[in-house]
Every structure is written in C-alpha cells, then in structure tokens.
C-alpha cells in the first residue's frame, strides 16, 4: 500500500504563485511515476504534470510553461511551483503515484485563484 499527502494549497490572488508538495510513503518502486491532476466543479479530472523516476516531465497544456513539476532530494517527493495563476486554475489538486501497474493517489488540496 501506498499513502499520498498533499499540501501547499489555499488562496492566491491572479498572478501570484503557490508551490504544491507531495510524500508518498509506504511500500515503495524504483519505477514509477507521480504527477498532479485537478479537478474543477462540474469538469473531469485532468491531467497537471507528470514526472518519471528518470526525470521525463509532461505537462497539461493549459499549464505549459506556467507550471513546473519536480522531484525532491527523496525518491518519494513530488512537488509543483505554479506560477503565473489564473482563475481557471482554480480546482483541487490531486497527486497521484503509479508502480507495479497500480495507481494511488492523494486526497487533494484545494487551490482557489481569485481577487
């Protein structure tokens, strides 16, 4: 098994900045991949960033060069500086990590843009 924690969340003004972290802890791979997706009111789940053990990042589109996704000196941190936000921005953040062919993810954290 597997637990994801999320936070960095809360209220931000357009334009500002929030930097999202996530630890994963219990039965750990070596392969693997974790990533954040969000979900607004009313709208599917979609996908943020994702980054793989050895480094390769994807990124949404709407959050291409606003967003960044990173990996901690651990192997089982993840964390996303989001800069630049816009209320669109706004939903819960969701972290996620996939090994061994198994998704886990987090509970969320709620990012709201808004003046």
């Known amino acids: 098994q597997v637990q994801l924690v999320e936070s960095g969340g809360g209220l931000v003004q357009p334009g500002g900045s929030l930097r999202l972290s996530c630890a994963a802890s219990?039965?750990?791979?070596?392969?693997?991949?974790m990533g954040w997706y969000r979900q607004a009111p009313g709208k599917q789940r979609e996908l943020v960033a994702t980054?793989?053990?050895?480094?390769?990042?994807e990124y949404g589109y709407s959050v291409k060069g606003r967003f960044t996704i990173s990996r901690g000196n651990a192997e089982n941190t993840v964390y996303l500086q989001m800069n630049t936000l816009i209320p669109e921005d706004t939903a819960v953040y969701y972290c996620?990590?996939?090994?061994?062919?198994?998704?886990?993810w987090g509970q969320g954290t709620q990012v709201t843009v808004s003046s």
């Open positions: 996620k990590r996939t090994q061994d062919n198994r998704d886990y």
């Open positions: 980054i793989s053990n050895t480094g390769f990042t």
């Open positions: 219990g039965r750990m791979f070596s392969i693997n991949k």
